[in-house]
């Protein structure tokens, strides 16, 4: 059974970058994609990006290419997500996820991902 724990989270102006790590603990880490969602309040649950079990593929939500960055470090354990040019659009818990199966090309769908971390909240003012 994985464990993920996020930090990074907190309040932040419109313009500003924040980035949130994920630390996973349990299973080999190396073998599993990742992914980072997010549920603003009164909204479903979405996929905001996904990376490979190497690092070498990524994909993004639309509403967040250009701006979020996702990456790993498998010697580390952790994931992480760079946000840049933050919008209040932005404002939710964050979660990171693990891919359900390993050695998957990079999940970039809810069904893709098996276990889900605690949570982290971010929130954008205008």
């Known amino acids: 059974q994985v464990q993920l724990v996020e930090s990074g989270g907190g309040l932040v102006q419109a313009g500003g970058s924040l980035r949130l790590s994920c630390k996973a603990s349990?299973?080999?880490?190396?073998?599993?994609?990742m992914g980072w969602f997010r549920q603003a309040p009164g909204k479903e649950r979405e996929v905001v990006a996904g990376?490979?079990?190497?690092?070498?593929?990524?994909n993004y939500a639309d509403s967040v290419k250009g701006r979020f960055t996702i990456s790993r470090d498998n010697a580390k354990n952790t994931v992480y997500l760079q946000m840049n040019g933050l919008e209040p659009e932005d404002t939710a818990v964050y979660y990171c996820a693990e891919a359900r199966r390993v050695w998957m090309a990079v999940p970039s769908t809810d069904g893709d991902f098996a276990s889900w971390g605690q949570g982290t909240q971010v929130t954008v003012s205008s």
């Open positions: 349990g299973r080999t880490f190396s073998r599993y994609g």
């Open positions: 990376i490979d079990w190497s690092g070498g593929t990524t």
